[in-house]
């Protein structure tokens, strides 16, 4: 019940409402990862098919899988990208620009990395599939820091604890294991979790004059 | 018994509140994201917009992405400063509870 009334009839419950409004639009003005989170689900289904044909179908050029999977991946994603910015709007703060900063750049080092790992035959080994598990537990890391968002830093604890899993076991059948349920899996769920997280939101805070 | 601040009535529109409260975390966004993020139609978002900028509270750019234009907002430092004192004065009318 309304304790007050202001000059213009505007009571108590209009004024908690103007301030739950207020909170709600911030915090929708700050959704970014929600909003790219279809990468990692993209890059996690590519991971997923181009691990199965390397270890379970090798016959069928296999040595190929990491090479056309990644390129596809790209592919997929600056379509992708380009596909959204024609059906969405557009904003943009000093935020975002950092989130995406920091995962541009990420995915730069990786296909740097990866890419020299192919060419020179390192790629089989431990410590080289450890490192690319560390740099993007890294990026979920300062993503994080950025965003204020815990689920992220799980994220983060969850890739780093792969790869020293990787180094700690030592062993291929547990490496393939642990590459199957950190680049497939856990960045499926993560970007199905975030992915959800915006629309739930968007829906509940439709506003009219 | 103390007298109750007023409310800025530019700022006191639900759709116009949501609008400063959506452009106070960005440094700017276009008109397609703001209509999405609001739910609101495109008339009453332009005639809501139009009534911010007279107010001075927001600016308007009209440009070219590609081959399609794109107005953009952004909240000016008037803006944010009558921002700011609306929720002084919200806080103010709801006591101790916010």
Same mark, same amino acid.
């Given at each position: 019940?309304?304790?007050?009334?202001?000059?213009?009839?505007?009571?108590?419950?209009? $004024?908690?409402? &103007? #301030?739950? $409004?207020?909170?709600?639009? #911030?915090?929708?003005?700050?959704?970014?990862?929600?909003?790219?989170?279809?990468?990692?689900?993209?890059?996690?289904?590519?991971? $997923?098919?181009?691990?199965?044909?390397?270890?379970?179908?090798?016959?069928?050029?296999?040595?190929?899988?990491?090479?056309?999977?990644?390129?596809?991946?790209?592919?997929?994603?600056? *379509?992708?990208?380009?596909?959204?910015?024609?059906?969405?709007?557009?904003?943009?703060?000093?935020?975002?620009? &950092?989130?995406?900063?920091?995962? *541009?750049?990420?995915?730069?080092?990786?296909?740097?990395?990866?890419?020299?790992?192919?060419?020179?035959?390192?790629?089989?080994?431990?410590?080289?599939?450890?490192?690319?598990?560390?740099?993007?537990?890294?990026?979920?890391? #300062?993503?994080?820091?950025?965003?204020?968002?815990?689920?992220?830093?799980?994220?983060?604890?969850?890739?780093?604890?792969?790869?020293?899993? #990787?180094?700690?076991?030592?062993?291929?059948?547990?490496?393939?294991?642990?590459?199957?349920?950190?680049?497939?899996?856990?960045?499926?769920?993560?970007?199905?979790?975030?992915?959800?997280?915006?629309?739930?939101?968007?829906?509940?805070?439709?506003? &009219?004059? | 018994?103390?007298?109750?601040?007023? /409310?800025?009535?530019?700022?006191?529109?639900? /759709?116009?509140?949501?609008? +400063?409260?959506?452009?106070? !975390?960005? %440094?700017?966004?276009?008109?397609?994201? +703001?209509?999405?993020?609001?739910?609101?139609?495109?008339?009453?978002?332009?005639? %809501?917009?139009?009534?911010?900028?007279?107010? !001075? =509270?927001?600016?308007?750019?009209?440009?070219?992405?590609?081959?399609?234009? %794109?107005?953009? =907002?952004?909240?000016?430092?008037?803006?944010?400063?009558?921002?700011?004192? =609306?929720?002084?004065? +919200?806080?103010?009318? +709801? !006591? !101790?509870?916010?």
């Amino acid at each position: 019940m309304s304790d007050f009334d202001t000059d213009n009839g505007t009571t108590r419950d209009d $004024l908690v409402q &103007r #301030i739950a $409004l207020m909170e709600a639009m #911030i915090a929708e003005g700050r959704q970014y990862t929600g909003r790219n989170s279809w990468i990692f689900v993209v890059w996690g289904v590519v991971d $997923l098919i181009a691990i199965s044909w390397q270890y379970y179908f090798r016959h069928f050029g296999g040595r190929w899988a990491w090479p056309i999977c990644l390129f596809v991946g790209v592919i997929l994603t600056f *379509g992708g990208k380009m596909l959204q910015r024609r059906g969405q709007g557009y904003s943009k703060n000093d935020e975002c620009a &950092r989130v995406m900063s920091v995962w *541009g750049m990420m995915g730069l080092a990786l296909g740097i990395y990866v890419a020299s790992g192919i060419l020179t035959h390192f790629d089989w080994q431990y410590s080289y599939m450890a490192a690319i598990l560390m740099m993007i537990g890294m990026a979920h890391a #300062i993503s994080a820091m950025i965003l204020h968002w815990r689920m992220q830093g799980l994220a983060a604890a969850i890739y780093w604890a792969g790869g020293v899993a #990787i180094l700690a076991f030592n062993s291929g059948k547990a490496t393939t294991a642990i590459w199957l349920f950190e680049m497939g899996i856990v960045m499926i769920v993560f970007g199905l979790y975030a992915t959800r997280v915006e629309p739930n939101h968007s829906r509940a805070t439709g506003v &009219r004059a | 018994m103390p007298e109750l601040p007023e /409310l800025d009535p530019v700022i006191h529109g639900k /759709l116009r509140l949501a609008i +400063l409260s959506l452009l106070v !975390g960005v %440094q700017e966004a276009d008109f397609i994201w +703001l209509r999405d993020k609001t739910g609101s139609t495109d008339g009453n978002l332009g005639a %809501q917009m139009l009534k911010l900028e007279e107010a !001075g =509270y927001v600016a308007m750019e009209k440009r070219f992405a590609g081959r399609k234009p %794109q107005t953009s =907002y952004r909240m000016t430092p008037a803006g944010r400063d009558a921002l700011a004192a =609306y929720v002084t004065a +919200l806080k103010s009318l +709801l !006591g !101790g509870a916010f």
